[in-house]
Each structure stands twice: as C-alpha cells, then as structure tokens.
C-alpha cells in the first residue's frame, strides 16, 4: 500500500512537495519532542546530537523542495501538508499511548517517564524510518527525481543502533516492551498512510 501511495503521490509536483513539506514536520516535531524529553542537566552527547540531526533532516527536507518548485511550501500550515490533522494526530497519540504503557509497566513518573518514552517512541519512529524512507528513495530513482533522501537513510540507520544501545541499558528485557510499542505505532501509522491515501484525486 505504502509503495502505491508514494508513487502517487511522487507523479503529482504539488503533492510531491506537500509529502516533503509533511516529512519535515515530522522530523521538526520529533526534534523538538527530543528536546522537550531533556533534563534540565544531565544531557548527554547522544541525545544533542539525535536532537541536532533530526532538525538537520527537517531543513534538508524542506530544502528538497525547491528541486520540485521554489514558490511551494514556504511553511508548515495546515494547507501546505498532506492529512495536516492525521500527521499531528500520529506523532501525539504515538507519545500519549507510550507514556501510558511506560508507565503502567514500570511506574515511572515526570522525567524518568518522559526519558522512557523518548526511547521507545524514537525506536519505534527508527523502525518506521528504516522502512519509508529507502521505499520513498526506490521511487524516486525510478521516476528520475532531483530530489533524494539518501543520506537521511544512513542517519537514521545510525540512530536506530543507537536507541538500541540506550534501551538495553533502560532494561534487559526491553525488546518484550519495545514489540508493544511498534503495534502501537503500526496501528497509527496505517491510519496515516489511509489518510494520506484518501488526499490522491485518483481516490477522491
């Protein structure tokens, strides 16, 4: 389904840019919910540097923009994105129902919480990232497009290792909890790609 819709949407200029546009959302909300995660002082190199390189995947993506059309997509307005109220329903509900799950299983509170669902929910977002983004990269090859993702595909690889590393040390059974986590994400992010399906004129 995934592959179908991207295609779709890859042959439109005006959907192409909105679905660059909505992929730059997304690495801005995630950069900042990164951010939001923090402690006041205890920041470690990791987590500055995940924070650091999703904001370099938002810029790097609207920037792919202008490879389509430089006067598209100038903001993230609701008008200017794929499924606006599905794109930001996924990424807050993804984080509300890890922090219920975190915190009925291991009774965390305030910022023991947050940094959980930071690991799980940024893993679950690897895992979905490791998926799209070489399927969205195989389409663009085919259709000849200037616009490229390919070095935003090495980064994410890097960061899922790394979530890896930080969530055997959060807990030893961590894949037990992690597996939870990625159905909960797999269910919102049907919904989406529904969403995003249901924007195509050839489905309207």
């Not at 801005?28 to 995660?37: D, V, Y």
Request: proline share 2%; net charge negative.
């Amino acid at each position: 389904m995934l592959d179908i819709v991207l295609k779709s949407i890859v042959e439109d200029n005006d959907l192409h840019a909105k679905w660059l546009n909505t992929l730059s959302y997304m690495e801005n909300a995630g950069a900042k919910k990164i951010s939001a995660s923090e402690h006041k002082e205890n920041v470690n190199l990791i987590i500055l540097k995940h924070a650091a390189e999703e904001h370099r995947h938002a810029y790097y993506l609207k920037k792919q923009i202008s490879k389509i059309d430089e006067s598209l997509c100038k903001t993230y307005k609701n008008a200017e994105l794929l499924s606006p109220n599905q794109t930001k329903y996924y990424l807050h509900a993804l984080d509300i129902a890890v922090c219920r799950y975190l915190k009925a299983k291991f009774n965390l509170s305030g910022y023991d919480l947050k940094f959980g669902a930071y690991l799980f929910v940024t893993y679950a977002i690897e895992v979905r990232a490791d998926e799209l983004y070489p399927i969205y990269q195989s389409i663009l090859d085919d259709a000849k497009s200037k616009v490229n993702v390919k070095s935003i595909i090495l980064e994410e690889e890097g960061h899922l290792a790394e979530m890896i590393n930080q969530l055997v040390q959060f807990s030893p059974d961590w894949e037990k909890y992690a597996g939870e986590v990625i159905r909960i994400e797999n269910d919102l992010f049907e919904d989406w790609v529904e969403a995003l399906k249901a924007e195509l004129p050839v489905y309207k």
